[in-house]
């Protein structure tokens, strides 16, 4: 429709409506391509953002505003635009949409969208609320210490830059105090984002970027703490004697086996990807020291066993005293070693993940220190 209307000049020999005046102003503008496209002023508001378990989109309520100067509208007498929904309608306008989108709604109609500002100067706004669904490709690999890069992006629907201009609007927002807010109790918000006009390929974009942080409480004080004081429950079978093999290794069973159907009742919480997280790392590692419990169990039952087959006592340091004083070295080794290596590996992968974040973070702030600015590219 926006195509025929500035194709055509109303059909008519008479009078022109105030919206054939609108369209063919636009048209008109651009026959010897001196006044260049024409600027339409954007800005946003995003009311709620929320990201997916485990998903490559995020939904989103954002209200977009634009404004631009129609001359067509400067000087009207009264009558000639009574500003109704079939007016504003028959207007020229960007048509801008959303872009990179699953799905969208718009949620505002056009009594509440459409706003003749200034008839002197012809100062037209349209605001439009959405509720979209956005691609979005997210890295889980530091889950739960992870951040999730969202990208909302507009853009007119027809009109190539030539044409029409999109520019962030300085006089009415200031990109560093641009409206983010969220409900979600999974992620929080990063204060610093960026808001920038961009005219990539053949059309002009106006683009907001905004960073979440997963809230990781959840993660640290239901799993990984409730699965640390099962793994420390394993260590305790260093004091029993070597002799009780059957019920150190019971004792370490039981313990695997809890841990493994709490993380099977927690498992709708986690997300359901092909690689490892930073989380999946420090269960693994957790199984691992419990199992290594048991073999330690093995090994100091076979320095005190009396069964010829199985003891090594007789093969590493003969019989007597020196193998049970050498059990217990080994038990008595492996109660500091095992807690001393459990805290290691959760040092190095929560720190690791932790300074990555942080890296990313202030690498974030200085790419944004700019907002607001205009990027182009080919």
Known sequence: MAAQNDDDDG??????????????????????????????????????????????????????????????????????????????????SPRVELNDCESSEELWDAHTAWNFKNPRTGEMKLSQKYRATLVNRHDLSDFPFDSCDVRVSIGPQFYRKTRVELVFDRELAHPARTDVTSTSTEWEVDPVHEVLAES???????????????????????????????????????FQPPEEFSERTSNALTIFLAV??????????????????????????????????????????????????????????GVGSRSAELAETIDACSFVLFPLLFLAINV?????????????????????SFSGGKKKTS
């Open 11 to 92: 059909g008519k020999g008479g009078t022109l409506t105030v919206g054939e005046r609108s369209h063919r102003c636009f048209r008109e503008r651009h026959i010897d391509g001196s006044e260049g496209p024409r600027s339409v002023f954007f800005r946003f508001q995003v009311m709620d953002v929320h990201k997916h378990m485990g998903t490559h989109s995020v939904d989103v309520v954002v209200a977009v505003y634009l404004r631009w100067f129609d001359p067509a509208l400067v000087g009207l007498r009264a009558g000639e635009f009574t500003r109704t929904a079939e007016e504003y309608a028959s207007l020229w």
């Open 200 to 238: 990539a390929g053949s059309h002009s974009h106006g683009i907001l970027r905004i960073t979440l942080h997963r809230l990781s409480s959840f993660f640290l004080w239901k799993i990984l703490l409730l699965t640390s004081v099962c793994t420390s429950w394993s260590w305790f079978i260093f």
């Open 260 to 317: 493994t159907a709490f993380l099977y009742s927690v498992n709708d919480s986690l997300p359901k990807i092909s690689y490892l997280t930073v989380l999946d790392k420090l269960l693994l590692y957790t199984f691992l020291l419990i199992f290594g419990a048991s073999l330690e169990s093995l090994v100091v039952f076979a320095l005190r066993s009396e069964n010829k087959w199985f003891s090594l006592s007789a093969s590493v340091v």
């Open 348 to 368: 190095y992968f929560i720190a690791g993940a932790l300074r990555r974040k942080a890296r990313s973070h202030e690498v974030r702030r200085r790419t944004f």
